[in-house]
């Protein structure tokens, strides 16, 4: 997956094809999706949902017909060796531990 950068670069290079304004990086930036989340976390990646706390391994990513991404996360084992049962968060909700 190319980088924030050669995404900018690519994007400067179609402007000047195009003979239109370039943006600077930082108002370019603005303009990009907001799924950082998503691009950050991949299968066997550690997460938490931020809104309700719970945490475990990504192990499946689900890309919905609507756009969203979708990740379940698998607890880890308890004490008394008891896999608890794994949930699906919204990506936008996970953040990587």
């Given at each position: 997956?190319?980088?924030?950068?050669?995404?900018?670069?690519?994007?400067?290079?179609?402007?000047?094809?195009?003979?239109?304004?370039?943006?600077?990086?930082?108002?370019?930036?603005?303009?990009?999706?907001?799924?950082?989340?998503t691009?950050?976390?991949?299968?066997?990646?550690?997460?938490?949902?931020?809104?309700?706390?719970?945490d475990?391994i990504?192990?499946?990513?689900?890309?919905?017909?609507?756009?969203?991404?979708?990740?379940?996360?698998?607890?880890?084992?308890?004490?008394?060796?008891?896999?608890?049962?794994?949930?699906?968060?919204?990506?936008?909700?996970?953040?990587?531990?």
């Amino acid at each position: 997956m190319p980088s924030l950068a050669e995404k900018y670069l690519a994007a400067v290079a179609a402007c000047e094809v195009l003979n239109i304004s370039t943006p600077s990086f930082e108002e370019w930036e603005k303009l990009q999706p907001q799924e950082q989340v998503t691009e950050c976390l991949c299968l066997g990646s550690s997460a938490v949902d931020t809104i309700t706390g719970f945490d475990g391994i990504v192990v499946s990513i689900a890309e919905n017909i609507d756009g969203t991404t979708d990740m379940l996360l698998q607890p880890e084992v308890c004490k008394e060796n008891i896999l608890p049962d794994p949930h699906w968060f919204d990506s936008k909700r996970l953040e990587g531990l």
